[in-house]
């Protein structure tokens, strides 16, 4: 039978692997739209590739987060607390790039636009680092006492495991980014992204590796890698393949499962802890020592049995009406046609 | 000082917060609103309507989105004592929140703000509504969750002494949350029209689109007066029922140091804090807070040091009594600033009757600045509900002193206050710059009419020209 502390341990997994293949994306493409975008226009085509979606996927974090605290309020209250002065980085980015979407286009000022490319870009950079080092340091574990507080200060943060965990997912999620703006884009936009995927598939590939064989050695657990690990790595190697082909939805495709594989690997290895004591073992949080009680837990799980399916299917309704290719407008500088003929719709 | 620093931080960042909230409900309704219009009678000018106010809505939601992330993190960041004791109860409503309400809202605002051309009339302007349902679903967790603390219910204590929830029925009936969520609702829609009527009177003044805009303001005052009516209503009767449940609150908005019945309520007063209980009151008025605090005339009102006698048997000793001078000030700056856009929507319906909506200069040039009082009577609300729960986090369950992360040092705090000092200073600066700029273009000039006439309604083509 399975326990509801485990069920919902599986929940908050499936919203980080969730936030990260949906928002992986949507990272990539704002930290590269200034590299494959050479003027406004062409940035503004990178952009409206995710523009219908980020926000949408974004709540993919903030409900990983709130369910953290209805599920796990141990958990919450110190994880939070620990990464106070990291969060803080992570508040800003996530504001300085939220902000920049809506704000970039509305003035003309070139000077505007740079500031709020910039926010977009290191926005976009800082996420999933900082994330990723936030996730890492859960199974390499931090100095926490027997009172599940935290003791270190914010270098203590900063793990060799936990910021190779950060850089492995931001490495994934650039190469996610680029695989999806070749799906997304057409013309120079499209050539650009995909040059870009090679350097970047190789990169992840060798980070998936490193990262896979240090979560071995910092678990403890087993030898040989489990089947997601492996999974993880035949995946981004596919990836990192398959952008030299035209096979633009398989290299999409396999550079998710990678991102979905890395991520969900880590929460395998973590359970049933969800936060390790680097002080004494005795001190781990574990699913069962922060959890809520079960009235609570059997609520919150009727919730999300009613609710997140009806999410997931007005999100994908989303994804499916703006499903084309993002199109740059025809230049400014052409003459319009004589004649106002409507254009051909496309496929 | 941790403690404090932390108070500090989350009163500023969450009334920053609610600077914002307010518009994006209120707004929101109202664009669905003008959409529904356009929807039914296909006029040009309502659709060129919807897109501008949806414009100043976009902006408005970009800061409130980001402002909302920084408390949701706040919870376990700086109050991480608070969040271990409560979350069991109090962390459910929040994830429901994301769950029920952000999805919908953000996924829909998605559709709508790129799907112009793209989705069918009827099915893009469910999108509008979506997204209006997703703010007011919003609003309801979160005041299920702030309700809690005012008045906690649903719950019982479990061997550690922690509150567990045992009725999440309880949660969503609660009297507290009842009253003031629909306070809460109301006021945001008076924010947002009193934005929509502001921006109208600039327009008609500058002598744009007249026509258009008298639609807008015409619609803004039938609907301000009786919202501001209820909402004054309903604030009175949440008073009603957090003297019942938080007598501290009511007495000390009223600075009613000692026991009385029936009890005046003064307009004015000079003294009446901590080292001045007697104070000297200007313009009483006989039976009012009687009436405010039990609906009754004769109704008794239990003073502070009473109250506080009480709460020293009941909990140990201590001080139960919030700030008297915020308590008392906020609630009259709520009230008078409440009466104050009563008398303006009175004067608007009075022209309106007349016929003479835009030709009266002075209460056009009124309605541009009225739409600061929302701003200040939301944030006095506020104050008073908030700085009247004090000493305590949870009502009677846990004190605030005892709420923040240990964890934390008062340098994390003082780095985070700058840092949030600093970064809200400027999106609130570009905010205000944005939303100026945009509330004075004049209507259509999105290029949204240009694409339409040549056609390029395919949507393969076009990038949405309200965004980026």
Same mark, same amino acid.
């Given at each position: ?9 599986i ?29 406004d226009?062409?940035?503004?085509v ?12 974004e ?40 902000v ?22 290191? #926005?976009?950079?800082?996420i999933?680092?900082?994330? #990723? ?11 926490i ?35 999806f ?32 064989a ?34 633009? #939805? ?26 390790v ?37 007005y ?13 740059a ?19 | ?9 989350f009163? /500023? ?7 914002f ?40 939601v970009a ?10 993190f706040?919870?376990g ?20 929140e ?7 809202e953000? /996924? ?6 790129f799907?112009w ?16 349902v ?12 702030n ?5 906690p ?19 969503f ?53 009786? /919202? ?14 957090e ?10 908005a ?42 009754s ?10 109250l ?46 007349k016929?003479?909506l ?26 008073l ?45 570009a905010?205000?710059l ?5 509330a ?22 076009s ?6």
């Amino acid at each position: 039978m399975l326990h509801l502390h485990t069920l919902w341990f599986i929940i908050l997994a499936i919203l980080w692997v969730g936030f990260f293949v949906l928002e992986g994306f949507d990272l990539g493409v704002g930290a590269l739209h200034s590299v494959v975008g050479r003027n406004d226009t062409e940035r503004r085509v990178a952009i409206n590739t995710i523009g219908p979606w980020w926000d949408g996927n974004e709540v993919w974090l903030i409900v990983a987060g709130a369910g953290t605290f209805a599920a796990f309020p141990g958990w919450y209250a110190t994880w939070f607390s620990a990464l106070y002065l990291a969060l803080l980085l992570l508040l800003l980015a996530l504001m300085a790039r939220g902000v920049a979407f809506e704000f970039k286009g509305k003035l003309e000022d070139p000077r505007w636009r740079r500031t709020w490319m910039w926010c977009m870009t290191l #926005g976009s950079l800082l996420i999933p680092l900082l994330l #990723g080092v936030g996730l890492g340091d859960l199974l390499h574990g931090l100095p926490i006492d027997s009172a599940h507080n935290y003791t270190g200060n914010f270098f203590d943060l900063l793990t060799p495991y936990g910021l190779w965990s950060g850089v492995t997912l931001l490495g994934l999620c650039l190469l996610h980014g680029a695989t999806f703006l070749g799906l997304r884009t057409e013309g120079p936009l499209r050539e650009r992204a995909r040059a870009l995927a090679r350097p970047l598939g190789w990169t992840a590939s060798a980070l998936v590796v490193g990262f896979v064989a240090w979560t071995l050695a910092v678990s403890g657990h087993a030898d040989v890698p489990g089947p997601v690990q492996v999974l993880a790595v035949l995946a981004v190697l596919f990836a990192a393949r398959l952008v030299s082909t035209e096979a633009d #939805g398989w290299a999409f495709t396999a550079s998710a499962v990678a991102i979905a594989a890395t991520v969900g690997s880590l929460f395998i290895e973590l359970y049933p802890n969800v936060m390790v004591s680097s002080t004494n073992a005795a001190y781990n949080l574990t699913v069962t020592n922060s959890v809520s009680g079960h009235y609570a837990l059997t609520v919150m799980t009727i919730v999300t049995v009613v609710i997140f399916p009806v999410v997931l299917l007005y999100q994908g309704w989303s994804f499916y009406v703006f499903r084309d290719r993002v199109k740059a407008p025809p230049s400014q500088s052409e003459p319009p046609p004589p004649t106002a003929v409507p254009s051909t719709p496309q496929a | 000082m941790t403690n404090d620093l932390a108070r500090w931080q989350f009163a /500023t960042t969450s009334i920053y917060h609610f600077l914002f909230v307010p518009v994006t409900i209120g707004l929101a309704f109202l664009v669905a609103l003008l959409q529904t219009a356009w929807y039914r009678n296909e006029k040009p000018e309502y659709r060129r309507l919807t897109r501008f106010f949806g414009t100043l809505l976009l902006i408005n939601v970009a800061v409130g989105v980001v402002s909302g992330l920084v408390q949701e993190f706040e919870f376990g960041m700086n109050w991480s004592a608070y969040s271990r004791f409560v979350g069991d109860v109090f962390g459910g409503p929040l994830a429901m929140e994301g769950l029920a309400a952000f999805f919908l809202e953000s /996924t829909f605002l998605g559709l709508w703000l790129f799907g112009w051309d793209r989705l069918p009339r009827r099915v893009h302007l469910s999108c509008i509504w979506l997204v209006a349902v997703g703010t007011i679903l919003s609003a309801m967790f979160i005041m299920v969750a702030n309700s809690w603390m005012q008045h906690p219910v649903g719950y019982v204590l479990n061997s550690h002494g922690q509150p567990e929830l045992n009725n999440v029925g309880a949660l969503f009936t609660n009297p507290t949350f009842l009253w003031g969520y629909v306070h809460v609702v109301l006021a945001s829609l008076i924010t947002g029209t009193l934005l929509m009527l502001a921006v109208s009177a600039w327009q008609i003044r500058n002598g744009r689109d007249v026509e258009s805009f008298h639609h807008t303001a015409r619609i803004s005052v039938i609907i301000l007066l009786p /919202t501001i009516l209820l909402t004054m209503f309903v604030g009175s009767e949440l008073g009603v029922v957090e003297a019942k449940y938080q007598p501290v609150k009511i007495a000390a908005a009223e600075a009613q140091w000692n026991n009385c019945k029936p009890c005046s309520f003064s307009a004015f007063q000079i003294g009446g804090g901590k080292n001045d209980k007697t104070p000297s009151q200007i313009i009483p008025i006989p039976d009012l807070l009687s009436v405010l605090a039990t609906n009754s005339f004769s109704g008794g009102v239990v003073g502070l040091n009473q109250l506080q006698k009480q709460d020293e048997t009941k909990y140990g000793p201590g001080n139960y009594i919030p700030d008297v001078f915020i308590q008392y000030w906020s609630m009259r700056i709520m009230a008078y600033v409440a009466s104050l856009i009563v008398l303006l929507a009175l004067w608007g319906g009075w022209l309106l009757h007349k016929g003479r909506l835009d030709q009266s200069k002075w209460f056009l040039r009124l309605s541009m600045w009225a739409v600061l009082t929302p701003f200040v009577m939301n944030t006095a609300g506020w104050m008073l509900t908030e700085n009247g729960r004090q000493p305590w986090i949870v009502q009677g369950l846990m004190k605030t002193i005892h709420a923040n992360s240990p964890s934390v040092t008062s340098t994390d705090l003082w780095i985070s206050i700058v840092v949030f000092v600093l970064a809200y200073t400027a999106l609130g600066a570009a905010d205000v710059l944005l939303m100026l700029r945009y509330a004075r273009k004049g209507l259509g000039e999105d290029g949204h009419d240009a694409e339409l006439r040549s056609g390029a309604n395919s949507g393969a083509t076009s990038i949405p020209a309200l965004t980026y």
